[in-house]
């Protein structure tokens, strides 16, 4: 099983990404989802988590910096965790990573890469 990020690209200061994380063969909606970064020469940092749920919901977006900007989601019947990026600056360029824990369930997925820039 594993987790799935896309979304990702290049994007101009101001603009704006959706990033997804999807799972075949894991129902997310059982999973607490967050979603990190890690920018060349830095460490992983949490930027938002959404607790496991029934219910479409919107959880909570842990990093100061992306705080308003950020917003995580999930929508069950689309087994999909989102992350709404808008008014991006290029101190947000970093590669982005979803987590699904659950359990003894620990799953990271590859990464998606969103760079900003002009």
């Known amino acids: 099983a594993q987790v799935v990020e896309s979304g990702g690209g290049l994007v101009q200061p101001g603009g704006s990404l959706r990033l997804s994380c999807t799972a075949a063969?894991?129902?997310?909606?059982?999973?607490?989802v967050t979603w990190h970064r890690q920018a060349p020469g830095k460490e992983r940092e949490l930027v938002a988590t959404i607790n496991s749920g029934y219910q479409s919901a919107v959880g909570v977006t842990d990093m100061d910096s992306v705080k308003g900007r950020f917003t995580i989601s999930r929508d069950n019947d689309k087994n999909t965790v989102f992350l709404q990026m808008n008014s991006l600056k290029p101190e947000d360029t970093a590669m982005y990573y979803c987590?699904?824990?659950w359990g003894v369930g620990d799953f990271w997925g590859q990464g998606t890469q969103v760079t900003v820039s002009s």
């Open positions: 063969e894991l129902t997310l909606a059982w999973y607490s």
């Open positions: 987590h699904a824990k």
